[in-house]
């Protein structure tokens, strides 16, 4: 079982940075793949990007490649995003999920999610 609590959601301004933060409970969590999805208003929840276990292998959204950086810490049983070049398109709440095996791009295949952070980019 994995518990997973997000934070770091603001409102910033277009062009801003933010950082966002997942941490995980359960001792297996360096095992487990992790994810960053979001769903804005209106809008299916969609892929943005993932890790492998390892940190060696990292995929993106085309939307968001370049600007974005998923990133974790299994000593700290944490796993970041951080967000550059924020466009109001980029206001969403973002989950972060995880999942036993190789990191996925499909949210259906991960097993346990967080509640979710609001970011908000203002034009």
Request: proline share 2%; charged share 20%; hydrophobic share 35%.
């Amino acid at each position: 079982q994995v518990q997973l609590v997000e934070s770091g959601g603001k409102l910033v301004q277009a062009g801003g940075s933010l950082r966002l933060s997942c941490a995980a409970s359960g001792r297996t969590f360096s095992t487990y793949a992790m994810g960053w999805f979001r769903q804005a208003p209106g809008k299916e929840r969609e892929f943005v990007a993932a890790i492998s276990w390892t940190g060696g292998s990292t995929y993106y959204a085309d939307s968001v490649k370049g600007r974005f950086t998923i990133s974790r810490d299994n000593a700290k049983i944490s796993v970041y995003l951080q967000m550059n070049s924020l466009k109001p398109e980029d206001t969403a709440v973002y989950y972060c999920a995880a999942r036993s095996g190789s990191a996925r791009r499909l949210q259906v295949e991960y097993d346990y999610w967080g509640q979710g952070t609001q970011v908000t980019v203002s034009s």
